[in-house]
């Protein structure tokens, strides 16, 4: 069972690229090198590498399976498992998908709290937030690509910032290498998953794509762009703090721009996180579009409907969010699921889909 | 039998009756002095032109040999002459100018001629697009002229002209143009189906159009080129662009177009190709810094002064030590007054303008500075600001950056920094769902298209033009032959 999609709703193979890099490439990157220190310490950068290793692998994965039904996540339940499981299913990616939106959302409001305005009332920036949100989903999936694709080329100049902070650097602090156990990176690499999370929404926008079969590399090289824009600045993060002092930082990302210094410009960490607000927008409207999207397969109800509902639930559950634990908390949770579901689960449904393929194949055959 | 004959017999009356009530309108009696045949004519004495009928046509009727009316085409030197009997022309002619013969006796036939007076200013040089170099001729309110200057500079018989009549009352007349073999049929289509469902009483000038067209009404972006260069008009055209002329309008339209194009002017074309990229980026720095500037203004000093390095901030805030006023009132004070000038300006003759800005510009400006209503360094960042909106070649386009600056103040207050990039993203996103004539606004940046980045941002030299660009889908991609472009001589051949 195929989808059809209006040839002028689709997007071009190489856009993949930046759908797929967005939604891997958000909040995360703002604090990871802290969590995969804990364990692994400075050889973390081996974890992130490893980390790169298994998306990739679990990229193919989807790539094969989507190729297999030739439709979204919902045809494959409906193909390995039948309908009302495939609805079950469903609903709980609904789910999945509105709790990645409420951490974006939340995550970058506590940011703006600690670093910027200590008393922003969280209720009313979410809601101008999600507003914007609804808006560029309105505008359907290319909207929202377009914003992906703009939420990456603008700020693209903060990484060349990063080097602002060589001269301060001390690259010993990564030797000796590997004097962690391999237990300790693997844990690193767990903790990894948080930030690399969201290229499965591939799951459910592939109908989208005009010509699939093109869009396979651009989705690898997204993968391995964040992989590598992630080492980079594990590396610059782990040369530049000692590690005990990477512990106490909550965004190591942003102590780094403090040292930023220029003419006109100090304390860079302002703009770098007003910057911040153009990445984590398509990265929500992604999620959120998807979510949306989930419930239109599974139910049939149109979108302009279910988005400002789905939009208002992000909002009442991101009110009742107020402290740095819950936060913590809430990201944990959705790093937990996240791993499971894209190590875990992906691969074993790949298999089953490719068993119920040649259970199918012989039943024709027979 | 009878009662149709009688019922147009009395619509005619019943027209006679209306026009008679006109001052304007005529019915005179002659007779042929050779063949006695006695004859009328009927027309609007403010549409013709008097000459025509007294030098072209009157001796000719009075002193030929007269005998029907099938006999006026031939003894009058006039080649628009029409011969009809369907008395529901005789409207419709009259007020194009044109004269109704009636032979007595006969006055079911109908022959009409063209005598149309010609009235409007001659062709004069682009005021609003002026440029220093190329052609210096506008677009003026007549159409004829208009198509005579579109049509002289491509004179190949692709060149297709449609023409439409739109308003019930007004009747203008609005003629679309595009090259049959090159222009993407969709897109002549698009316009002509909107120019068709236009419902309106009267229009007066293309800038009805161009916001009765629009695809999103409600956007303050102009999604519609218009211009009075011809030039630009015939190069958009070969390019393969629709263009439209409205009757009594000197600003013809050219769609679909992109948000890059209505930050290029014309005169990129003329200059070299290095040149012109550099014209062009200042521009746009130009553009970016006029929204941006008095909202960071805004942000820096009433959030994060942290951001401003020591020795600036000192500067900053000696400037800003007498001054009673947040920065968002002081921005706003200054950013309304300078609103205000340019409104007073553009409403006063030139030359009491020019006064009007030497007053407010100088008088207000260090008048408010010294009575300690306004910081100097406000004072400068605005100024500049409204000097760099002025480089925005397209006029519409300026306005619309006038009003950008207000929502962006706001955010600033509001959220700082953050409040900026916020508002920046609700733009950004408005401007990826516009569309111009069904096309992506935001073309070549997105969807991003490298091929047509060659004249977006910078304009690269012609050898380097030689396709049209993507998004027009023109049926005839190629503009010349790109191998015979590029083919280089090797050194010393």
């Known amino acids: 069972m195929s989808i059809s999609i209006p040839e002028n709703k689709k997007i071009s193979p190489f856009l993949v690229f930046f759908v797929v890099q967005k939604m891997q490439f958000g909040i995360g990157i703002l604090g990871f090198q802290r969590i995969i220190a804990k364990n692994a310490g400075h050889d973390a950068w081996i974890s992130i590498i490893l980390v790169g290793i298994g998306v990739h692998i679990v990229l193919w994965a989807l790539f094969k399976m989507l190729e297999t039904v030739n439709g979204d996540m919902i045809s494959i339940h409906t193909f390995v498992f039948g309908k009302i499981v495939s609805k079950i299913f469903g609903i709980f990616f609904i789910l999945y998908y509105l709790l990645l939106t409420v951490t974006v959302i939340r995550t970058y409001v506590e940011i703006i709290q600690v670093w910027m305005f200590t008393d922003l009332a969280t209720f009313w920036f979410s809601l101008v937030l999600l507003s914007v949100v609804v808006y560029i989903i309105f505008g359907g999936f290319r909207t929202v690509t377009g914003m992906a694709f703009f939420g990456i080329v603008l700020p693209f100049y903060v990484f060349a910032l990063f080097l602002f902070t060589l001269p301060y650097a001390e690259f010993n602090n990564l030797l000796p290498i590997l004097d962690h156990s391999i237990s300790d990176i693997l844990l690193g690499s767990k903790n990894m998953s948080l930030t690399v999370l969201g290229f499965e929404s591939l799951l459910i926008f592939y109908p989208f794509i005009k010509d699939p079969k093109k869009s396979k590399k651009w989705a690898h090289l997204a993968v391995f762009s964040t992989t590598m824009i992630c080492l980079y600045l594990a590396i610059l993060t782990f040369a530049y703090f000692p590690e005990n002092q990477l512990q106490k930082n909550i965004w190591p990302t942003l102590t780094m721009w403090k040292i930023i210094m220029m003419p006109f410009v100090e304390r860079f960490e302002y703009i770098g996180i007003a910057n911040w607000c153009l990445i984590i927008l398509p990265n929500a409207s992604i999620a959120l579009w998807c979510s949306s999207r989930i419930v239109k397969r599974l139910f049939s109800i149109k979108q302009r409907t279910t988005v400002p509902i789905l939009a208002i639930i992000c909002l009442i559950a991101t009110s009742f969010l107020f402290t740095r634990k819950q936060v913590n908390l809430l990201s944990d949770m959705v790093g937990q699921v996240g791993f499971y579901l894209n190590f875990i689960y992906f691969p074993l449904l790949l298999v089953a889909t490719l068993i119920a393929k040649k259970v199918k194949k012989n039943e024709v055959g027979s | ?493």
């Open chain 2, 1 to 493: 039998m009878k009662i149709p004959f009688k019922k147009k017999n009395t619509e005619k009356e019943a027209l006679v009756k209306v026009l008679s009530k006109s001052n304007d309108y005529r019915h005179l009696h002659f007779t042929n002095e050779k063949t006695k045949v006695e004859f009328y004519l009927t027309f609007i004495a403010s549409l013709t032109d008097e000459k025509i009928i007294h030098k072209e046509a009157l001796p000719y009727l009075l002193h030929g040999e007269l005998y029907h009316l099938d006999d006026v085409p031939e003894l009058i030197p006039i080649a628009e002459t029409e011969i009809s009997t369907n008395a529901k022309d005789i409207e419709n002619k009259l007020f194009n100018g044109n004269v109704l013969v009636q032979v007595v006796g006969n006055e079911e036939q109908l022959c009409f001629f063209s005598a149309q007076r010609e009235v409007g200013r001659n062709i004069g040089i682009p005021e609003v697009e002026f440029s220093v170099i190329g052609p210096k001729e506008a677009f003026v309110e007549s159409m004829k002229q208009n198509l005579n200057l579109v049509r002289k500079k491509i004179p190949v018989k692709e060149l297709i002209i449609e023409e439409l009549t739109i308003g019930k009352v007004s009747k203008t007349k609005v003629a679309i143009i595009y090259l049959e073999e090159i222009t993407n049929q969709e897109n002549v289509n698009t316009v002509r189906q909107r120019l068709q469902d236009i419902d309106i009483d009267g229009i007066t000038d293309s800038s009805f159009i161009v916001q009765i067209i629009s695809d999103n009404q409600n956007s303050p972006f102009p999604q519609i080129l218009d211009t009075e260069r011809p030039d630009r008009v015939t190069a958009g055209i070969i390019e393969g662009k629709v263009a439209i002329i409205v009757d009594g309008s000197p600003h013809a339209l050219i769609g679909p177009t992109t948000l890059v194009e209505l930050f290029s002017s014309f005169e990129d074309y003329f200059l070299n190709w290095i040149v012109s990229s550099f014209f062009r980026l200042i521009r746009l720095f130009a553009v970016t810094f006029s929204i941006l500037v008095t909202p960071i203004y805004v942000a820096t000093l009433s959030y994060h002064y942290e951001l401003i390095p020591r020795d600036l901030l000192s500067a900053l805030v000696a400037s800003r030590r007498a001054i009673p006023f947040p920065p968002i009132l002081e921005a706003l004070f200054l950013e309304l007054t300078i609103e205000l000038l340019r409104e007073a300006g553009a409403r006063l003759p030139t030359k009491v303008g020019q006064t009007i800005g030497i007053v407010g510009g100088i008088v207000i400006g260090t008048a408010s500075v010294e009575a300690g209503l306004t910081s100097n360094v406000l004072l400068i960042i605005i100024a500049l600001a409204a000097l760099a909106s002025f480089t925005t070649p397209v006029y519409r386009m300026g306005n619309t950056i006038r009003l950008l600056r207000f929502p962006f103040l706001l955010f600033a207050e509001l959220w700082g920094l953050v409040g900026i990039v916020l508002s920046f993203c609700i733009m950004l996103t408005h401007l990826i769902r516009l569309t111009s004539l069904g096309r992506p606004y935001l073309e070549p940046l997105y969807p991003p298209r490298g091929q047509d980045m060659k004249d977006a941002l910078v304009r690269l030299s012609f050898k380097n033009q030689a396709k049209r660009p993507v998004f027009l889908r023109s049926k005839q991609p190629a503009r010349l032959n790109e191998r015979d472009a590029k083919q280089k001589q090797d050194i010393d051949e």
